[in-house]
């Protein structure tokens, strides 16, 4: 289990979102224009990680929102995903997170990932309207209470 923490106070860009850890490679599209930080509420995140290899073949989005949903989970905001990544540079493989796609121009709607390998740390972003690999974990919020 991972939490996070968002303050009440926190007006930083996107850009220096990012800047805060070194990556080796960030999606050129994650910039302030497409992914603007919007307040929320300040507060901690209970992050759960559900494991691809709990599907016993590549699993499409739908069916891992099926599986967050029987167990009570939520989707994370990009917001969450960039302060994950922050907060939690030292976390290896590759992380989904499936919330609500971002448009970009020309193109189909992405959310974010991370790849971490060792040093190599990375932050993509990939179609939402595609299967996901089993190797792949993705990142849930537990609903507060």
Known sequence: ???????????????????ATPHTYVNPNITSTLFPRRRREAGTREWVVIEGDEFDHDPTSEEVFALAAAR????????????????????????????????????????VYLDRVGADRRVYLLWFDGGWNRDYRFGFLRKSE
Do not use: C, N
């Open 1 to 19: 289990m991972f939490t996070t923490l968002v303050r009440a106070d926190d007006t930083r860009t996107t850009e220096e979102v990012l800047a």
């Open 72 to 111: 009570g989970l939520i989707r994370p905001s990009y917001e969450d995903a960039l302060d994950f990544d922050e907060q939690h540079p030292d976390e290896q493989g590759v992380l989904v997170f499936l919330h609500e796609p971002v448009q970009i121009p020309d193109d189909r709607p992405r959310v």
